[in-house]
């Protein structure tokens, strides 16, 4: 059995300390005694190669009862049979190409691999040292404004 005992030096006796110092220790015994599990199935993530892959074990789930789908950059694993329904979306990193997904289920476990995106081949830009050319129309916009101006001085 742990217990705390309230006796502390008159340097550590303010509420703002010992409310503190409760909250620690509540923390530390709950952590020690939470017997609860996780809801559904846990899923597993680690990076392998140039791919993330991500693992949930479904004792007893056939494989009809579980889909995966893609939607932009999200990834939702879900699963629906009489005894369980759960679903998990996961946000896919900057990284990972959503094109790229597979999905295996063999003796109850799923394995889901996304891919990384193509690492682009570097391109040489070509540094032009000549002006742009004006067109036709900005030309005459430039002049016509130009001519307005010369017109409405002439007249004061």
Known sequence: MIVRHRTSPAAFA????????????????????DN???????????????????TVDLP???????SVDVTG?????????DELSWKRSLRLGGRLDPDK???????????????AYDTPAPRSIEISTEMPAIETSDAEAIEASSSD????TDES
């Open 149 to 152: 101006e010369t017109d409405s």
């Open 36 to 54: 609860r599990r996780p809801s559904g199935p846990v899923v597993d993530g680690s990076w392998t190669d140039d791919e993330y892959v991500l």
């Open 101 to 115: 997904v597979g999905a295996r289920h063999v003796d109850g476990r799923l394995t889901v691999t996304v891919g």
């Open 14 to 33: 303010t509420p703002a300390f010992d409310t503190s110092v409760n909250r620690a220790f509540d923390q530390l015994t709950s952590s020690f005694f």
């Open 73 to 81: 950059t999200t990834l939702t694993i879900a699963v629906d049979t």
């Open 60 to 66: 007893g789930v056939p494989a009809s009862a579980v």
